[in-house]
T-cell receptor, first 114, second 116 residues
C-alpha cells in the first residue's frame, strides 16, 4: 500500500458527461501528480500541484482541469468526455518539489466512457 | 517527442532466465533514473533507481546498468521467477523532463512474462 488513495476505483459514464476523480496523497506529501495510462500511450503526465499551487503542466487537454485543496487532496475534473478519454488515471505524490524524491502512485481510477 | 524510449514492448522468458529491458534517453539534464514495476490492477511501484554517476546498482535480484556516454540504461532480473511477471517502466527525472517540475517521464513499458 503506497499510502496514496484514489476514488472512485471504477467509473462508467457516457460521452459528453463530466466526472471528478479524487486523490488523497500520502501523509505529509506536498506534491501531487496526475497521470493518464492507456495501452498505446503508456503513462502520460498530465499536471502537478505543489502545496496548492499548479507547478507544471504536461499533456493535459483543455477539457480537463485539476486543483489541490488546502488539506492537500486533489481533484481531476474531466468534462465533455469522449470515448478516447477511457483510460486509467493515476494520482501520485512525493514529499517535496526537490528532485530525487520517490513518487508514490495510487491504485488508479478506471474510467470507461461509453 | 518521446524523451525516454523503452524496449522491448513485451518479453517472455523461462523461469531462471535473465530478462533484460533497455531504455534510451536524449536529455542530458536527466539526473535520476528509476524503474517501476506494475502488477495488474495496481499502480506502479518503485523497484530500483540509479543516478548517472554510478554505472551499476544491484538490489536483490534486480540490477540497473547505466551507460552515461551512450545515454542508455537497462534493467536485468537475475534468476527470474513467475512472480516477476509484470509491466516494467523505466523513467527519468530532471529539469524540463516533461514530467513536471520534478516529475518523471516514463518509457512506454515492457510487459514481462516469466514462464514456469
Amino acid at each position: 500500500d503506497s499510502g496514496v488513495t484514489q476514488t472512485p476505483k471504477h467509473l462508467i459514464t457516457a460521452t459528453g458527461q463530466r466526472v471528478t476523480l479524487r486523490c488523497s496523497p500520502r501523509s505529509g506529501d506536498l506534491s501531487v501528480y496526475w497521470y493518464q495510462q492507456s495501452l498505446d500511450q503508456g503513462l502520460q503526465f498530465l499536471i502537478q500541484y505543489y502545496n496548492g499551487e499548479e507547478r507544471a503542466k504536461g499533456n493535459i487537454l483543455e477539457r480537463f482541469s485539476a486543483q489541490q485543496f488546502p488539506d492537500l487532496h486533489s481533484e481531476l475534473n474531466l468534462s465533455s468526455l469522449e470515448l478516447g478519454d477511457s483510460a486509467l488515471y493515476f494520482c501520485a505524490s512525493s514529499p517535496t518539489g526537490i528532485f530525487g524524491n520517490t513518487i508514490y502512485f495510487g491504485e488508479g481510477s478506471w474510467l470507461t466512457v461509453v | 517527442q518521446q524523451q525516454v524510449k523503452q524496449s522491448p514492448q513485451s518479453l517472455i522468458v523461462q523461469k531462471g532466465g535473465i530478462p533484460i529491458i533497455n531504455c534510451a534517453y536524449e536529455n542530458t539534464a536527466f539526473d535520476y533514473f528509476p524503474w517501476y514495476q506494475q502488477f495488474p490492477g495496481k499502480g506502479p511501484a518503485l523497484l530500483i533507481a540509479i543516478r548517472p554517476d554510478v554505472s551499476e546498482k544491484k538490489e536483490g535480484r534486480f540490477t540497473i546498468s547505466f551507460n552515461k556516454s551512450a545515454k542508455q540504461f537497462s534493467l536485468h532480473i537475475m534468476d527470474s521467477q513467475p512472480g516477476d511477471s509484470a509491466t516494467y517502466f523505466c523513467a527519468a527525472r530532471g529539469a524540463h523532463s516533461g514530467g513536471g517540475a520534478d516529475g518523471l517521464t516514463f518509457g512506454k513499458g515492457t510487459h514481462l512474462i516469466i514462464q514456469p
